[in-house]
């Protein structure tokens, strides 16, 4: 009884979050009618296609375990999700991961074409850099704080670009743990623990609060791409929403192409309790969190 008690707890808290930060990217992103209008409607339809907002939802949930939520802490979080779809119409396109489906319906450059995938993708990254040094609330410190921080995890040296590459230039070779590591730390774990790392710098958090913080987020982005790699051995295209089967038909490094599934799963779990034990210093505040962390282990898609 508790633990559903608990379940319909955080899920009425995620769907709050969702819509709250829904609104807040409705009101950043020009509307599909503003010139010109293929590029707003291009940019909007990946933004809304019902992604689960778990990046925006971190930095919210780490704000909150640092202190009362900060006013206006949405519109920095907000900014994740900007980067996160810009990155999937680009690991869409024909050059890169070359898929179809994304969130359960046809991905940009299907609908759009290949050079309006690109550029709503381009928009949508240079947007995330208007919203963050416009944002109220915050002295001018922490907006370049921000800014920094989110650049990083979204660059070439220990960020998302600098994933990729390794990803794509990983491709048929014989896979091994170094090379799996550099890939899924950069390509997926920066961004998701500059998502947490920016919702703490928003509440300014300590030195140290930031130390944990930093650790909980790096473990959690591990265990995320973990049960990622895991989905699409497991589960089909209608419930994950993309193409399942794909890392194994373009011969990807995955955890599972490394460790087996019985491992990847077992090294999910630990990642879990790692992110638990990060949290040890944060009092009931830090809940939240601890829950986000059971939801990327224990998901189905």
Known sequence: MRAQTEAASLNHYLADLQETIDATL????????????????????????????????????????????????????????????????????????NDDLRRGRPTCHKVYGEAMAILAGDAL????????????????????????????????????????????????????????????????????RASVRMGALYAGATEEELAGLTKYGEHIGLAFQIVDDILDVEESSEALGKTAGKDQAQQKITFPAVYGLER?????????????????????????????????VHRKA
């Open 125 to 192: 990254l240079t947007l995330a850099f208007e919203v963050l040094s416009r944002l109220p609330h915050v002295t001018a410190e922490v907006r370049v704080r921000l800014i920094e921080e989110l650049a990083r995890a979204a660059g070439t040296v220990g960020g998302m670009i600098g994933g990729q590459v390794n990803d794509i230039e990983g491709e048929r070779k014989m896979p091994t743990a170094r090379l799996l590591e550099s890939i899924h730390r950069a390509k997926t774990g920066a961004l998701i």
């Open 26 to 97: 409705g009101h950043w992103v020009p509307a599909s009618d503003a010139e010109p209008h293929s590029i707003h409607a291009a940019m909007r339809y990946s933004l809304f296609a019902g992604g689960k907002r778990i990046r925006p939802v971190l930095a919210m949930a780490a704000a909150q375990a640092v202190s009362d939520v900060p006013a206006g802490v949405e519109n920095a979080a907000v900014t994740l999700e900007l980067i996160h779809t810009y990155s999937l119409i680009h690991d869409d396109l024909p050059a890169l991961d």
């Open 264 to 296: 990847s799963r077992e090294m999910a779990e630990e990642e879990r309790v790692n992110a638990h034990l990060a949290l040890r210093p944060f009092d009931d505040r830090a809940q939240r969190l601890r829950q986000l962390a059971d939801l990327v």
